[in-house]
């Protein structure tokens, strides 16, 4: 099979039929055999319904349909398990990603040998105070501590190799860093290609300003695991050791002031504390280090989703 189309999708039941009726005629005119795997995030309008009116007519979709709401992340990861397209193409239910791009994206992942190729919207029709400007933000944070030069790592609309998907994992918020994610595993040639972005045509954003914060924690978090999620006694441990030695060596000095210089008071001096808390922080951080090398960095059922129902 060519091209796998995925699409999370939440409160879409307007736009889903002008979309898939768009993606088939994108890939009968370039002759492409593909699926579409539709993951309903658990909706609470029509959308379910919608999906299994189309499926009724359309072989090529496969859907998912979640028992609540677990997030876009979920959504991905789940579809990941499902695909079976050479390329994998993401986007949004809302219409704002045009199927149009497909052949283009498809083109530089089997023959300009990409791993993955995140899309541009380098000409936005979203509001510029809330989303565009700290838009910009997100990316130029991102772009500078992940190494990862995307103009917008965020764009729905992406396209990967098969091994790719199959090899990483989404879970949280980290649907944004799904390229950062790809990088440490070992996916170098990651690239973009400028796309058109639509204006909405039905509904409402889902997102909030909510995103920006988690999407900040989820950096953070991303870059942590990445580095050091398979030795946090790399950083634990360093750490604990440099500030177990510092208090070594505060106490070291006082108890000498005590023995040889006649020195007085010595708890009262704030020395005194400050070394003292030195070592207990080294020897936390080193437990710490320690334990975190005995567990696994995440639970065994972490994408344990619920599917109430699968077609």
Wanted: aromatic share 12%; net charge positive.
């Amino acid at each position: 099979m060519d091209i796998s189309v995925v699409i999370p999708l939440y409160n879409e039941e307007e736009s889903l039929p002008e979309l898939i009726a768009w993606i088939g005629r994108v890939m009968n005119e370039n002759h492409f055999s593909y699926e579409v795997v539709l993951v309903d995030d658990g909706s609470s309008d029509r959308s379910w319904d919608v999906v299994k009116g189309l499926k009724a007519g359309n072989n090529n979709i496969r859907a998912v349909r979640f028992r609540r709401n677990y997030g876009k992340s979920a959504a991905l990861n789940k579809a990941f398990e499902l695909v079976a397209g050479e390329v994998v193409i993401t986007m949004d239910a809302d219409l704002q990603d045009s199927p149009d791009e497909i052949p283009g994206l498809y083109r530089m992942i089997r023959e300009e040998g990409y791993d993955l190729v995140s899309g541009w919207k380098k000409k936005r029709y979203d509001s510029k105070l809330t989303k565009n400007l700290p838009s910009k933000i997100y990316n130029a944070a991102t772009r500078r501590m992940s190494g990862v030069k995307l103009h917008d790592m965020n764009c729905g609309l992406k396209a990967y190799r098969h091994e790719v998907v199959k090899s990483i994992e989404v879970y949280g918020e980290m649907h944004r860093y799904i390229p950062v994610i790809a990088k440490w595993a070992g996916f170098k040639k990651i690239g973009e290609k400028v796309v058109v972005h639509q204006k909405r045509k039905y509904g409402v954003t889902k997102f909030g300003w909510e995103r920006f914060i988690n999407g900040f924690l989820d950096l953070i978090s991303i870059m942590f695991v990445s580095r050091f999620g398979r030795k946090p006694m790399h950083l634990f441990g360093a750490l604990g050791s440099m500030l177990f030695l510092t208090g070594f060596v505060i106490a070291a000095y006082l108890a000498y002031a005590k023995l040889f210089m006649a020195g007085y008071k010595m708890t009262e001096r704030p020395l005194f504390y400050l070394g003292l808390l030195a070592m207990i922080m080294g020897t936390q951080l080193f437990l710490a280090g320690f334990l975190g090398e005995l567990i696994s960095r995440s639970s065994s059922d972490r994408n344990a989703y619920l599917v109430e129902e699968e077609i």
